[in-house]
């Protein structure tokens, strides 16, 4: 069974700083694996994918993630945090055929001015 | 891009009444949808799969008979909360998949 495990509940950075949102995944199969954000009271918004190409995904809003095989990590990364990042960032995973996607439990991003 | 509609945004609902939740695909067509429930301040657990023109595929757990799943066309699910009651309160979320993954912007249920 494929799984992902987000490690930090809430992650504080002041603004300006790196944000370093840390995701690992189990998977028997080659995954799938997606960064989503979500606002209070909001459905979610596709941050970026990796999905076999590329192991330097770069998303939206100066969002990028590294796929490392090695380390089964998928950790999400921003030079500089900016205000408007302050959400609720969910790692997910599936098996790329087409299969249901799998959360992990979300991180708590907060900006700190 | 790809847009999903969820409606309503809001409901509030008597126990013991049911409530219906549709999912559009607004410019595509999505052969399998996908419907989550998520409790305040936690993950998305995924309640059930639906492809359309078959029956909806449920999670472990999940009371078919209480959360009904049609997805009659390639454009449109529909999630009917059945005698609900206040542990039913939630945030609903589906996915349209396609190309990919396209949520909507989600139901927040809340049954009094």
């Known amino acids: 069974a494929q799984s992902v495990t987000q490690l930090g509940s809430h992650v504080s950075v002041s603004e300006g700083a790196l944000v370093l949102l840390r995701c690992n995944y189990s998977s028997s199969v080659p995954p799938y694996l997606f960064w989503y954000v979500q606002y209070p009271n909001q459905g979610l918004q596709l941050l970026l994918k990796?999905?076999?190409?590329?192991?330097l995904v770069k998303g939206i809003n100066g969002f990028e993630a590294e796929f490392k095989k090695s380390e089964t990590s998928f950790h999400l990364t921003k030079p500089s945090a900016h205000m408007s990042d302050a959400a609720e960032y969910f790692c997910?995973?599936?098996?790329?055929?087409?299969?249901?996607?799998?959360f992990g439990k979300g991180t708590r991003l907060h900006i700190l001015p | 891009g790809a847009v999903v509609s969820q409606h309503p945004s809001w409901v509030i609902c008597k126990s013991g009444t049911s409530v219906k939740i549709e999912c559009r695909s607004l410019d595509f067509q999505a052969t399998t949808m996908f419907w989550y429930r998520q409790f305040p301040k936690q993950s998305l657990m995924l309640m059930a799969t639906?492809?359309?023109?078959?029956?909806?595929?449920?999670e472990q757990g999940v009371e078919k008979d209480k959360f009904l799943i049609n997805h009659a066309s390639l454009t449109l699910s529909t999630l009917t909360v059945t005698s609900a009651h206040p542990e039913d309160s939630s945030f609903y979320i589906c996915?349209?998949?396609?190309?990919?993954?396209?949520f909507g912007s989600g139901t927040r249920l809340t049954v009094v």
């Open positions: 996915s349209a998949r396609s190309y990919g993954y396209t």
């Open positions: 639906s492809n359309e023109g078959s029956k909806a595929t449920y």
């Open positions: 990796y999905t076999s190409a590329a192991t």
């Open positions: 997910a995973v599936s098996d790329g055929g087409g299969d249901k996607i799998i």
